[in-house]
């Protein structure tokens, strides 16, 4: 491989990069905090561009392959062949302080969210049509940007009629108070909560805030104001 050849190549894998993340990968070394690593290489030689850029942590899937076939001027006799760039997910840190010493975990691999317990002193019940706020010991500190979103347990709501009073809440980024949820009985029979067990999930989600713009008018659509089922039943 010669000069021009390796200088071709490492031009590629920079403006790759460049395209899918928004900036020169010489950037990257810029930012501290490392949700992701990502890895360019072309064929059989390779070339590693540690990338900590916080921002393409909203890419869901463990591994995304990118498979780019450049093209090069007929008198150049050389083929950059296959480039692929790597982005492997790393879990993000979040803080927790867990009165009761059980830290939350997710059950499986592909889990959405993590369960949230009880933290009593006795048991309690919830009779039918009952609502109350149930302590679970736990404190977040939610990464900027981010929220938690307290969700019903689908197993409790489908056997017991348990869910939450307010369908979803949520826990904001600055909120550091202790996480309670606001548990209600819609069924026809008591349900007794007992310290340790698990009454609600969490789920973490990326959140955008928008500027709020006074206007006069909004923009014509072709469903203008139609709502409360106003596509039929």
Request: overall charge positive.
């Amino acid at each position: 491989e010669n000069t021009f050849q390796r200088s071709r190549r490492h031009r590629l894998i920079d403006d790759f990069i460049q395209s899918v993340v928004g900036c020169p990968a010489a950037h990257f070394s810029k930012y501290i905090h490392p949700p992701l690593q990502c890895i360019a290489h072309i064929g059989k030689r390779m070339n590693r561009h540690i990338c900590r850029f916080p921002q393409l942590f909203h890419i869901r899937r463990k591994i995304i392959s990118f498979n780019v076939h450049q093209p090069v001027r007929a008198h150049r006799r050389y083929d950059p062949g296959r480039m692929e760039l790597a982005i492997v997910k790393h879990l993000m840190p979040m803080k927790i302080i867990s009165r009761s010493g059980r830290v939350p975990a997710y059950e499986t691999k592909g889990a959405a969210g993590f369960d949230i317990a009880a933290y009593l002193e006795e048991p309690v019940t919830l009779e039918p049509g009952m609502r109350m706020l149930v302590p679970t010991g736990l404190f977040f500190e939610v990464p900027e940007g981010y929220e938690a979103q307290v969700r019903a347990r689908s197993g409790l709501a489908v056997k017991y009629g348990i869910g939450l009073v307010n369908g979803i809440g949520t826990v904001d980024a600055d909120y550091r108070g202790e996480v309670k949820v606001p548990l209600i009985n819609w069924g026809s029979e008591p349900f007794v909560i007992r310290n340790g067990e698990r009454i609600a999930q969490v789920v973490i989600n990326r959140i955008e805030q928008v500027e709020m713009v006074s206007a006069e008018e909004l923009s014509e659509t072709e469903r203008g104001a139609g709502g409360f089922g106003h596509t039929g039943v």
